[in-house]
């Protein structure tokens, strides 16, 4: 059973938002275990300077959806 246009492109919406939030998250953790770390072994580190990534926006979203769309229409 085939997909429907709409079904296909939630799916691929989803799948586009999980990618994207999993390297988010792996990002942030990195991050934050990383300063942990430095402030381990200096209390004296200044952790207010630290960037943190900012969540993927939804038009990041769509654009990964949509090169998953182009490699799904190739053949």
Sequence with gaps: MSATPYELRAQLLKQ???????????????IRENTHIALQKDPAFDHTIVEYPKP??????????????RFVQTK
Aim: charged share 35%; aromatic share 14%; glycine share 0%.
């Design 56 to 69: 993927p926006s939804t038009e990041d979203i769509i654009a990964e959806a949509e090169k998953l769309y």
């Design 16 to 30: 586009a938002e999980q990618i994207l939030m999993y390297r988010f998250q792996r990002k942030y953790d990195t």
